[in-house]
Nanobody, 124 residues
């Protein structure tokens, strides 16, 4: 069964850090671009970051640039999202998604597999 599983979410104070993980099972991530998306209550889902299949190309939403870092360990079949200097507006359910091609896409519909999401809450 092809599956993506996110973990690492939780409650953190403003200014704190979390590292999200996206682990794949049933397929190898070597040939997949991986995107992180988030959806806050009452808002549409938005793209946060993406890594090309090699990890050589990454991109970030303006709202997280300089604070979030995407990385991948293909040997572990896992992609990470390091989130620093968290703000209350980062509160959302975070999803990872896999796209079976080397380069990222801005279009959610192009992603082939999605995880179930992990909740991140930034609050004092």
């Amino acid at each position: 069964q092809l599956q993506l599983v996110e973990s690492g979410g939780g409650l953190v104070q403003p200014g704190g850090s979390l590292r999200l993980s996206c682990a794949a099972s049933g397929f190898t991530l070597d040939y997949y671009a991986i995107g992180w998306f988030r959806q806050a209550p009452g808002k549409e889902r938005e793209g946060v970051s993406c890594s090309s299949s090699s990890g050589g190309s990454t991109n970030y939403a303006d709202s997280v640039k300089g604070r979030f870092t995407i990385s991948r360990d293909n040997a572990k079949n896992t992609v990470y999202l390091q989130m620093n200097s968290l703000k209350p507006e980062d509160t959302a359910v975070y999803y990872c998604a896999a796209l079976e091609r080397p380069r990222c896409s801005d279009y959610e519909f192009e992603y082939d597999y999605w995880g179930q999401g992990t909740q991140v809450t930034v609050s004092s």
